[in-house]
């Protein structure tokens, strides 16, 4: 009887270990070919029609349920239509022209008649030319004066023996930079990714010793020197309506307490206005929530973000709402979509796609009410006569599927993900001015991601530190449709003569005066 009982038992524990090792099989099959094809596959989130045709076309549906119906007449229709222009777009009339005619010799202008030959039109074509980067030495001769009658003695204690005129205020005092060469350093790396020892080499060729500890050096004290821009820029981002937050690695070697190949965190924040954002940059060791709660402390508004359990924090205050991001859910689903495609799951699948399918329409809303510059009013009204029954379908399907899928599964994370953030994701209907997504932030760290796969870490918090300034401003500057060398250039000749924080203000990309600002262009 007893051997009876251990044997039931143990072919108890023995189909749930069956029942887990299947399971895990699933879920790591759905891994390896997910990985797959993040490793090769398209990184587009875009569902091509052929993959999912019964959601996308409605009218295909209609046919192919319909197949016994008799296919409609085809008629040939002919049309006639101007041939589009072929050829190269035509060359900016921006940049300067270096005239070249090639005329023919003179013993060539005489016709076979006698008489010499007028000119009636011309060929031209034009070509582009590279101009080597041009460098001068900006030398500054200041004359000294004394007086040679009395030498100097009735001079004592009235003014100076010797006058000479005042050094000219700089961004970085007693070194060779000038504002035009700190600001070609700083766009070089922070807005086209390159990094300092690259840049080394490149001066090296044109026969200039710049060493790349200068540069780190110039870069954190040219920050110092505009610490007073970031405190205004700061300020400007807590009188937001709305602020969008998101984060990403960065790995700082000389951290107290750390080891270099730990993880530190550049924490990303976007406010202002939709004619004039202001895009921040901070840099900090840690992910904890206790991060943008202390950046944002006394903030009183809205912030946009990811499910991340981090920003539980800042949204515990009553004074903060948090709104979700249907970018990230719908992230979720696409995955799910692609995990299952060389797996025979087509009910999973099929859920997925539905609910792509209505996430989709979603941003259809969206986009129709910014193709026709829709007034916040115009917006929510949009939204809750078409977009809430959507949410609603949404809602439906996902409390519907509840538990018919593992956790762990992409159709899962992606399902258990948008039930928990529903409250947040459903925020933006409420106001016009919300976004749908964080889409905006995302695109503001694209720069630094890039520029990360370059020069792959930092050697201080302080270089970190100057490095998330920069990227703001130049983030900043782009997203105020100012071109980044002709605002960094300006501001840094400017910054030395500020007086107040009035004057500081009138630099920020949102307030500066765009006519001040010198365009640069090509050496003539």
């Known amino acids: ?47 091509k029609k052929d993959d999912t045709p019964d959601l ?53 202008k005489m016709c076979a008649c006698g008489a010499k030959m007028e000119k009636i039109g011309e060929e031209t074509s034009e070509k582009l030319k590279i101009v080597p980067m041009q460098i001068e030495v900006e030398k500054t001769i200041r004359p000294k004066y004394a007086c040679k009658c009395c030498e100097g003695v009735k001079s004592e204690g009235v003014h100076p023996t010797v006058k000479i005129a005042d050094v000219p205020p700089s961004i970085l005092p007693k070194t060779i930079a000038t504002a035009s060469l700190l600001t070609y350093i700083l766009i070089n790396k922070f807005c086209d990714a390159l990094p300092f020892y690259r840049q080394e080499k490149i001066f090296t060729r044109l026969g200039i ?12 004290k040219a920050f110092e020197n505009s610490k007073a821009l970031e405190k205004l820029m700061i300020k400007y981002l807590q009188s937001s309506f709305l602020i969008g937050i998101d984060e990403t690695t960065v790995q700082v070697l000389n951290e107290p307490g750390k080891s270099p190949e730990s993880k530190s965190y550049m924490w990303v924040f976007r406010g202002g206005t939709k004619e004039n954002p202001v895009i921040i940059f901070h840099y900090d060791p840690s992910r904890s929530g206790d991060v943008p709660y202390e950046y944002l402390k006394g903030y009183k508004g809205r912030i946009q973000t990811d499910g991340y359990g981090g920003y539980n924090k800042i949204s515990s205050d009553p004074d903060i709402i948090r709104v979700g991001c249907w970018a990230h859910a719908r992230r ?73 899928y593992l956790p762990k599964s992409k159709p899962g994370i992606a399902l258990n993900y948008t039930l928990s953030e529903w409250n947040n994701l459903i925020r933006y209907i409420s106001d016009g001015l919300i976004l ?71 630099l920020l990309p949102m307030f500066i005066d765009r006519k001040k600002i010198q365009n640069y262009t090509m050496p003539k």
């Open 1 to 47: 009887m007893i051997e009876i009982e251990e044997l039931k038992k143990c072919l108890t524990e023995t189909k749930a270990e069956v029942r887990q090792l299947k399971t895990d099989k699933i879920i790591l099959e759905e891994k390896v070919d997910y990985l797959t094809r993040k490793l090769y596959g398209s990184k587009s989130e875009k569902i």
């Open 56 to 108: 996308f076309n409605e009218a295909e549906m209609g046919v192919k349920e319909n197949k016994s119906e008799p296919e409609p007449e085809t008629v040939e229709i002919k049309y006639t239509r101007k041939k589009g222009k072929s050829g190269r777009k035509p060359i900016s009339d921006k940049l300067p022209r270096k005239e070249i005619t090639i005329d023919i010799p003179e013993e060539e």
């Open 209 to 220: 010793s710049i060493k790349r500890a200068n540069m780190c050096n110039w870069t954190i």
């Open 332 to 404: 979720k689903f696409f995955d799910a979509i692609e995990s299952l495609k060389g797996l025979k799951y087509d009910e999973s699948e099929s859920l997925a796609c539905k609910i792509m399918e209505l996430i989709n329409i979603l941003y259809e809303k969206e986009r129709y009410a910014r193709e026709n510059n829709l007034t916040r009013e115009k917006i929510k009204e949009l939204r809750n006569k078409d977009s809430s029954p959507i949410l609603d379908e949404i809602k439906n399907l996902l409390v519907e599927n509840v538990g018919k």
């Open 436 to 506: 749908i997504d964080n889409n905006l932030v995302e695109n503001a760290i694209r720069p630094f991601v890039i520029g990360r796969k370059n020069w792959l870490f930092y050697d201080s918090q302080d270089g970190a530190r100057a490095s998330a300034f920069f990227y703001s401003l130049i983030e900043t500057a782009k997203a105020n449709d100012l071109e980044p060398f002709s605002y960094l250039n300006y501001i840094f000749e400017e910054i030395p003569k500020c007086e107040n924080e009035s004057d500081i203000g009138k």
